[in-house]
């Protein structure tokens, strides 16, 4: 399995971003899908998971529940993570994950496979 990311970038506070990962090697409606963060000093953490497209679950953490939204498109093999009214505390490397459980984890020790990241810098 290798993931792509993309999308980040400088953006203002207020400004929106999305954020693009695609899988390739296998089948991607067999994965569920993660964005997690990591700002510099600090552990990775969990931002928002997808599961399968049949189960339709959708889960993000406190921090970001009503800016952020992640989706799939299962025919481009594509999770999106739409970020809005973003804030300075957004700033960190945004990595996607995918992993062939069925109900995906907030932590990111229990993922198997990551991309290699993307920077998303948020200036007051």
């Known amino acids: 399995v290798q993931l792509q990311a993309s999308g980040g970038g400088l953006a203002q506070a207020g400004d929106s971003l999305t954020l693009s990962c695609e899988l390739s090697g296998r089948t991607f409606s067999n994965y569920v899908m993660g964005w997690f963060r990591q700002a510099p000093g600090k552990e990775r953490e969990f931002v928002a998971t997808i599961s399968k497209n049949i189960l339709n679950r959708l889960d993000y953490s406190e921090s970001v529940k009503g800016r952020f939204i992640i989706s799939r498109d299962d025919m481009r093999n594509t999770v999106y993570l739409q970020m809005n009214s973003l804030k300075p505390e957004d700033t960190a490397v945004y990595y996607c994950?995918?992993?062939?459980?069925?109900?995906?984890?907030?932590?990111?020790?229990?993922?198997?496979?990551w991309g290699q990241g993307t920077l998303v810098t948020v200036s007051s």
């Open positions: 994950a995918a992993d062939i459980t069925t109900f995906p984890s907030r932590d990111p020790k229990r993922w198997d496979y």
